[in-house]
């Protein structure tokens, strides 16, 4: 089984930054794909940011690029989200997941197993 605990949500004005962090325990090779994704009410959950485990491949929404950094410690099992120029749009609860897929479907939600709890971010503007 996996564990994932999301934290550093929280409210912040329109251009302002937030770093989102995803504590990993269990047997995280259960998975070869780690990412973040986000859903607000009445909407699909949608792919921002995911990683090859082991690796520095990243891929990101283009909704996110240029403004999102994701990163990966695999001494410490956590995954960070560095969000800068956030923008109202980007108010949504904001997940951590683990899954084993290919890099076409690394933004897809529904390859993905392991899922945190989430954390809220709200960005006002």
């Known amino acids: 089984q996996v564990q994932l605990v999301e934290s550093g949500g929280g409210s912040v004005q329109a251009g302002g930054s937030l770093r989102l962090s995803c504590a990993a325990s269990?047997?995280?090779?259960?998975?070869?794909?780690m990412g973040w994704f986000r859903q607000t009410p009445g909407k699909e959950r949608e792919g921002v940011a995911t990683?090859?485990?082991?690796?520095?491949?990243?891929f990101y929404a283009d909704s996110v690029k240029g403004r999102f950094t994701i990163s990966r410690d695999s001494a410490k099992n956590t995954l960070d989200l560095q969000m800068n120029s956030l923008n109202p749009e980007d108010t949504a609860m904001y997940f951590c997941?683990?899954?084993?897929?290919?890099?076409?479907?690394?933004?897809?939600?529904?390859?993905?197993?392991?899922w945190g709890q989430g954390t809220q971010v709200t960005v006002s503007s």
């Open positions: 997941a683990l899954g084993y897929t290919t890099r076409s479907r690394a933004l897809n939600p529904s390859e993905y197993n392991y």
């Open positions: 269990g047997n995280t090779d259960l998975g070869n794909y």
């Open positions: 990683i090859y485990t082991g690796t520095t491949w990243t």
